[in-house]
Nanobody, 115 residues
Framework: QVQLVESGGGLVQPGGSLRLSCAAS????????MGWYRQAPGKQRELVAT???????DYADSVKGRFTISRDNAQNTVYLQMNSLKPEDTAVYYC?????????WGQGTQVTVSS
């Protein structure tokens, strides 16, 4: 089993930055891919960014050039650096991890972009 805990959300002005953190525990070596999803009120959950064990990354078109996903293996932590934030980035952000046939989720952290 894998447990994920997100942190770093909050209120930020348009154009500002936030860094989300996701700390993984449990059977972390079973994880092959980690990512960030987000869900705004009334909308479906959407993929924001992923990073594989090979270090390959992928991003939603809406965040390319603004968001960066990274990992710190020593700390078992994945990050999402969010720059040039826009009001449409407002959502609950969820950390995810895929291991074999299991897909794990964190509890979510709220990101609100507003002036």
């Amino acid at each position: 089993q894998v447990q994920l805990v997100e942190s770093g959300g909050g209120l930020v002005q348009p154009g500002g930055s936030l860094r989300l953190s996701c700390a993984a525990s449990g059977n972390i070596f079973s994880i092959n891919t980690m990512g960030w999803y987000r869900q705004a009120p009334g909308k479906q959950r959407e993929l924001v960014a992923t990073i594989t064990n090979y270090g390959n990354t992928d991003y939603a078109d809406s965040v390319k050039g603004r968001f960066t996903i990274s990992r710190d293996n020593a700390q078992n932590t994945v990050y999402l650096q969010m720059n040039s934030l826009k009001p449409e980035d407002t959502a609950v952000y969820y950390c995810s991890a895929r291991a074999l046939d299991q897909h794990y989720w964190g509890q979510g952290t709220q990101v609100t972009v507003s002036s």
